[in-house]
């Protein structure tokens, strides 16, 4: 698949997709969000993919935030359509039935902090950046910082990385649980790959129904949260690959998932 802003390529079971606007420190604009939607038609439908990892190109960034350039001169009508098409990108990464890592090499700011954490797992370079400085252009974050951060980091740091603006830089971003692992900038493709070649092992129809779980499961009371678990996890009994886990378990062999 050959896109303009987005670069597509399979290893094996994992999927890496990487913004390529390396000029622009990766900004998001609305071209890359409509390139960034097709390839997620692509993750959705091809059973082949067992986990994906997100990053940057160029080194710099992860993605710079949304394209100010474009959206300086935006009108209403033009805010609203750009906030329409982030927001159903996010919310579909967020809600994609497999897992997502974002591999951060550099800056994520703004929408690119938000892109992150609508990803199951953030993995950073020592050199990571992250900061919501919407506020010092005049805006809102937009594409769910707000929500998203706060409940990462709670609500104190939420909103004081918000109201000021400041750089996060990794070693506190992995103190306050923004991201899971800092590794040397070096290491950061192989350290991303490693983790998603480890979930690709599982049984892929668990670790889709443990997302649908965890996501679902935090816009509702406690309660109602547990029925969605009792429910994916009944399910799980109606697959193969519960048979193939718990028989390679009893038979002390290797398991053979087929993702059925
Ligand atoms: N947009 C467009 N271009 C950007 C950019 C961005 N966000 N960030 C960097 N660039 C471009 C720079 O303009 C520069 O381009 P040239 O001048 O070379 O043509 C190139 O990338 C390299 O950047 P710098 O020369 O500035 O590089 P430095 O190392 O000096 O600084 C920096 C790196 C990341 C600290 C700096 O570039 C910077 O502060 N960038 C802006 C970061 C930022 O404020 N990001 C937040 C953007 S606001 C919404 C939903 C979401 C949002 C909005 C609406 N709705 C629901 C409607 C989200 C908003 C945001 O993300």
Do not use: W
């Amino acid at each position: 698949m050959e896109f303009k802003n987005v670069l597509f390529e399979k290893e094996g079971k994992i999927a890496i997709v990487t913004i390529n606007r390396p000029k622009a420190l990766n900004a998001l604009n609305t071209e890359t969000l409509k390139e960034l939607n097709c390839v997620l038609d692509v993750l959705e439908q091809d059973d082949d993919i067992y986990a994906v990892i997100l990053t940057g190109a160029g080194g710099k960034a992860f993605i710079a935030g949304a394209d100010i350039t474009e959206m300086k001169d935006f009108n209403t009508i033009e805010g609203r359509k750009f906030s329409v098409l982030g927001n159903k990108v996010f919310r579909r990464f967020e809600t994609l039935e497999k897992p997502v890592i974002a591999a951060i090499p550099g800056f994520a700011l703004g929408g690119g902090c938000e892109l992150s954490m609508a990803c199951d797992i953030r993995i950073a370079s020592e050199k990571a950046k992250f900061g919501q400085p919407e506020v010092g252009l005049g805006i809102t974050p937009g594409f769910g910082g707000t929500q998203r951060l706060a409940r990462l980091v709670g609500d104190g740091r939420a909103k004081e990385i918000i109201y000021t603006s400041r750089i996060v830089k990794a070693d506190e971003a992995y103190s306050i649980g923004l991201v899971n692992k800092v590794v040397a900038p070096e290491n950061l493709m192989d350290e991303a790959k490693k983790m998603a070649n480890l979930i690709a092992s599982q049984a892929p129809i668990a670790i889709k129904f443990s997302k649908i779980a965890i996501t679902r499961g935090k816009q509702c009371d406690i309660d109602t949260a547990l029925m969605y678990e009792a429910e994916v996890f009944g399910e799980c009994f109606s697959t193969e690959d519960q048979k193939e886990g718990m028989n390679a378990f009893v038979e002390k062999r290797d398991k053979n998932f087929k993702n059925k």
